[in-house]
């Protein structure tokens, strides 16, 4: 009996330390973007018509990928100000209320950081 336990544990701490190296660069990836001040972005569901996420911005963080080729619902779970820099130098202040709902069109490709103080959570359902 001795024996059968020494074996099993000889071969799960090999299987520990496999599943640690594994997953250790993952984590450090996940500090790494989080360091670099890049929104978070939770993917709620998803089909072949729609897409949920949610997107979390901390003061400072920006987005590099804002799907704005289609239309969007967006609704402010926490409110703060985002701005929107569009590639042809135009900058747009947006001001998100706590609750508040916007139906945004179709627009083309911009960057959007948090320049408040305070976290900024958006709800977002995208349309394909």
């Not at 003061?59 to 409110?79: I, Y």
Request: with cysteine; charged share 25%.
């Amino acid at each position: 009996m001795n024996y059968l336990i020494r074996l099993f544990v000889s071969c799960l701490i090999p299987a520990f330390m496999l599943a640690w190296v594994a997953v250790n660069p993952a984590v450090a990836q996940d500090k790494a973007m989080a360091e670099k001040g890049q929104a978070t972005i939770k993917m709620l569901a998803e089909n072949d018509k729609l897409r949920a996420y949610e997107i979390w911005y901390k003061p400072g963080d920006v987005n590099l990928s804002v799907p704005s080729s289609s239309v969007r619902v967006v609704r402010a779970l926490r409110g703060g100000s985002l701005m929107r820099m569009h590639s042809d130098g135009k900058n747009e202040k947006v001001e998100w209320k706590t609750g508040e709902v916007k139906i945004n069109s179709p627009t083309e490709p911009y960057t959007s950081k948090n320049i408040g103080k305070t976290e900024l959570v958006l709800y977002i359902v995208l349309l394909k």
